[in-house]
């Protein structure tokens, strides 16, 4: 539900108008780039601001507008930070359509030259449309994506608002130091869309533009039509862990048809089976592969040398634990990392910058 702007704002105009005039100035005409973002973002934390806190990450044009720009913020003067989003624009350029019901902070002449026209719109974690139009109209860079089997270390969190900003720049700085894109969030309980909203908030935050896995348990125990309707209502992720009985294969790839019909983007597919027996997942595997159904990956409590061995000429990666990850057996190894209530951002930081070791077992 978008949330009102009050009256009085929780920052000063003034700093809102100097933030405009720091990225007009800034921002050259073409593609808009990673060291540009970067460069405001020092100048912006050297630059005095107190009752505002931008994160210049999140910078991005107006796709309709050129001569508008989107960065999102927290006011500071009036309690808690207040997340809001500024559109900021060239007089010149129309009311963003985007944002219709923006609230206008300041029309006021730039140091550059041009009459700016700052808008402030309510841009918290719960503010799913606006969210959710900033991810798929303003910048779809954001916007998860299928991993396959590329390296994996998601975060498993039931506080995504609280521990995805930070998990988002340790993935950054791992990126950074080893090259690894490992980027990945899952959502085990509560409502799906809720938490898509929060991990794509704290990632348009975070400037995490490089892709990520969108992972959301899926559970076969109360029949078919009702593990429909949790894919329905998670159409924008892109990893799901089916938890299924040995009499439910065919459920399975109604299912695997159902994820693939909903949405437009590829999807990663994961088995997950108890007992984990090597022999039947196998064949699970080759019989879904026979309906046409692709299995990417299969949740396993531990991994032993007999299902890395049976997995292996299969090409199908096992994801465990990051806390019992052990001895991988040559295996391709998926990390699951569980954020326990209120974990401290550099406890997070810690368990992804260590996953590394533990994907080569």
Request: hydrophobic share 45%.
């Amino acid at each position: 539900m978008l949330q009102a702007i009050p009256l009085e704002l929780p920052f000063r105009a003034a700093e809102a108008v100097a933030l405009g005039d720091l990225i007009v100035g800034s921002v050259r005409p073409g593609p808009l780039r990673d060291e540009v973002r970067q460069r405001i973002g020092a100048r912006a934390n050297a630059g005095g601001f107190e009752t505002l806190r931008p994160f210049a990450g999140s910078l991005a044009r107006d796709p309709i507008h050129g001569a508008a720009f989107f960065i999102a913020m927290d006011a500071l003067s009036a309690g808690p930070p207040v997340p809001l989003l500024l559109r900021i624009a060239s007089s010149e350029a129309p009311a963003s359509a985007l944002y219709p019901r923006a609230t206008l902070i300041a029309r006021t002449r730039s140091a550059h030259g041009p009459e700016l026209v700052i808008n402030a719109i309510p841009f918290g974690a719960s503010d799913g449309d606006a969210i959710r139009t900033y991810a798929k109209d303003v910048d779809s860079a954001f916007l998860p994506r299928a991993r396959g089997l590329q390296p994996l270390a998601a975060i498993v969190t039931a506080d995504p608002a609280t521990d995805l900003f930070a998990a988002f720049n340790a993935y950054r700085r791992m990126l950074r130091e080893s090259g690894q894109n490992v980027a990945g969030v899952v959502c085990e309980a509560g409502d799906p869309e809720t938490f898509l909203d929060a991990a794509l908030w704290s990632a348009i935050r975070a400037g995490w533009r490089d892709g990520f896995s969108a992972g959301i348990r899926v559970s076969l125990a109360n029949g078919l039509d009702a593990a429909r309707e949790i894919v329905r209502r998670a159409a924008g992720y892109t990893r799901f862990s089916v938890a299924a009985a040995g009499d439910q294969l065919e459920q399975c790839a109604a299912l695997h048809g159902h994820i693939g019909r909903l949405g437009s983007r590829q999807f990663d597919f994961e088995l997950s089976l108890e007992p984990c027996d090597p022999t039947i997942v196998v064949e699970w595997i080759e019989a879904l592969r026979r309906r046409g159904c692709a299995v990417q990956s299969v949740a396993a409590s531990a991994i032993n040398r007999g299902l890395a061995e049976a997995l292996r000429p299969l090409n199908v990666a096992v994801t465990v634990n990051a806390s019992s990850a052990g001895p991988a057996f040559g295996a391709r190894l998926l990390l699951e990392i569980r954020s326990s209530d209120g974990n401290d951002p550099a406890l997070i930081t810690e368990a992804i910058l260590s996953a590394p070791a533990r994907l080569r077992g």
